[in-house]
């Protein structure tokens, strides 16, 4: 239902590694397995808070944690590695073992403050246990109807959301197509 926000996605993963760096230094890192949990989570109360997640796309619940498949491709696309350096464990290919810091300069541009304070403040509070969230469902694609149902907004709250993001897709298809 929330489609996946490339930009937004960019400038978030861009702050809470820049709050790495500035709590740990310059050259700290981190897993890809904390990233995508921060993002979750991010996304969940932004939901709350703006109807709306700051990154979007798709959510599998996996090892009691979330896993960002969008996100995940965007780490290792073009982007991001001319900004970023991504390091591999030879060790294993789990996301765990990919770790990630920051040589890019700050821009949140498309992130509004909450969003960024959401950030913020999902970082500093973090680590939340995923699998005790409502919503986890072990080995499962999240349903956002059902993220939604979960957090407790109403039905007909729930029907514009769903309304508003079928709308701006179908404007975004007319675009692509003209």
Same mark, same amino acid.
């Given at each position: 239902?929330?489609?996946?926000?490339?930009?937004?996605?960019?400038?978030?993963?861009?702050?809470?590694?820049?709050?790495?760096?500035?709590?740990?230094?310059?050259?700290?890192?981190?897993?890809?397995?904390?990233?995508?949990?921060?993002?979750?989570?991010?996304?969940?109360?932004?939901?709350?808070?703006?109807?709306?997640?700051?990154?979007?796309?798709?959510?599998?619940?996996?090892?009691?944690?979330?896993?960002?498949?969008?996100?995940?491709?965007?780490?290792?696309?073009?982007?991001?590695?001319?900004?970023?350096?991504?390091?591999?464990?030879?060790?294993?290919?789990?996301?765990?073992?990919?770790?990630?810091?920051?040589?890019?300069? $700050?821009?949140?541009?498309?992130?509004?403050?909450?969003? #960024?304070?959401?950030?913020?403040? +999902?970082?500093?509070?973090? *680590? &939340? /246990?995923?699998?005790? $969230?409502?919503?986890?469902?072990?080995?499962?694609?999240? #349903?956002?109807?059902?993220?939604? +149902?979960?957090?407790?907004? *109403? &039905? /007909?709250?729930?029907? $514009?959301?769903?309304?508003?993001?079928?709308?701006?897709?179908?404007?975004?298809?007319?675009?692509?197509?003209?």
């Amino acid at each position: 239902m929330f489609r996946f926000n490339v930009k937004k996605t960019r400038e978030a993963i861009c702050v809470l590694l820049h709050l790495q760096q500035q709590k740990y230094g310059p050259t700290n890192y981190l897993s890809c397995t904390h990233l995508f949990n921060m993002l979750y989570l991010a996304d969940r109360t932004n939901i709350v808070e703006m109807e709306q997640p700051i990154c979007g796309g798709r959510v599998v619940f996996t090892n009691n944690n979330a896993f960002l498949p969008d996100v995940y491709k965007e780490l290792r696309g073009t982007y991001f590695k001319r900004r970023i350096n991504i390091i591999t464990s030879f060790n294993s290919t789990a996301t765990d073992n990919l770790f990630v810091y920051s040589t890019a300069p $700050l821009s949140t541009d498309n992130l509004c403050e909450l969003s #960024e304070s959401i950030l913020q403040h +999902t970082y500093n509070n973090y *680590p &939340t /246990a995923i699998h005790t $969230l409502p919503e986890y469902i072990e080995g499962v694609q999240l #349903e956002w109807l059902h993220l939604l +149902t979960c957090l407790g907004i *109403p &039905t /007909a709250l729930i029907s $514009l959301i769903a309304s508003d993001q079928q709308r701006e897709q179908y404007l975004d298809d007319v675009l692509k197509n003209n």
